[in-house]
């Protein structure tokens, strides 16, 4: 992804450039990105303004789900667990239509 990114320092905050809009989606939203093990916190800067007051007051991070009975495995029982941790973005569909042992939810918490 080297090409068409540029990174910008704003001080105490970089400002990653993306050209296209699928590369910055799947940039804010597929990860957690770390950098020298530390989790990168990011937020959608929209290049006006003082990128300093840009919110970065939230994380999305994928969490396993394990030891749920077979007829838990659903949308219902998943959304109940998760929104007991942080807000519910979405489900791992795969392992969802699969029933998988291991059931992955991605959610948002506050930092």
Known sequence: MKRG?????????????????AERNRVLHGGPWHYINTMLVLGLYDGRGDPAVVPLNT???????????????NPKA???VGSGLG?????????????????????????
């Open 87 to 111: 807000r519910v973005i979405r489900f791992d569909q795969t392992t969802l239509k699969r029933k998988e042992e291991v059931q992955r939810i991605r959610l948002e918490f506050d930092v």
């Open 78 to 80: 998943l959304n109940m």
């Open 5 to 21: 990114l540029s990174v910008l320092d704003a001080g105490d905050r970089f400002v990653f450039q993306l050209e296209r809009v």
């Open 59 to 73: 994380l999305e991070t994928w969490v396993a789900v394990e030891g749920l009975v077979h007829n838990l495995r």
